[in-house]
């Protein structure tokens, strides 16, 4: 007898528990990141490197992001690590028909200091990924 009480239950409680809720449950990742220094003619990074000499003047990043539902803002910025220093930084909406969001980053006054850089991606206030490069002096 205490069996037909008890599993209906626990059917109830795991009908409520299991149940979507109001808006989705969205949950954004970053897949992947792309950095390079030049794109083709689709706007596509050539090459996806991770170390660049300093007269590579222009940084494109490319994020790519699952789980939106909806269009979002991207937030990318990009630090200077040794000072830590935020040298730029930039918002994009990004939707779901084309859950990439572009960035650049051009530096038209001068070549790059050496050092290490890092491409960090947000969300409102939720960091989504990061990505470091390296720029060195070729000897």
């Keep these: 007898m205490r069996i037909y009480v008890v599993f209906p239950f626990l059917a109830a409680v795991l009908l409520v528990a299991c149940a979507p809720t ?4 969205t949950t954004l990742n970053v897949s992947q990141i792309l950095i390079g220094s030049q794109v083709n003619e689709r706007n596509e990074i050539e090459v996806n490197k991770n170390q660049f000499i300093p007269s590579e ?4 990043a490319h994020v790519f992001i699952a789980g939106l539902e909806e269009s979002t ?3 990318g910025s990009w630090w200077y690590v040794p000072k830590q220093q935020k040298i730029f930084e930039t918002t994009v909406s990004v939707a779901p028909e ?3 969001a572009k960035f650049v980053l051009q530096n038209s006054q001068q ?3 050496s050092g290490t ?11 989504l990924s990061n990505r470091e ?4 002096d070729e000897e």
Excluded: K, N
């Design 73 to 75: 803002e991207i937030v």
């Design 57 to 60: 003047r222009t940084f494109h």
């Design 98 to 100: 084309f859950p990439v």
């Design 111 to 113: 070549d790059w200091a």
């Design 22 to 25: 109001e808006g989705g449950d």
């Design 133 to 136: 490069i390296l720029v060195f």
């Design 117 to 127: 850089y890092e491409f960090v991606v947000q969300s409102g206030d939720t960091r």
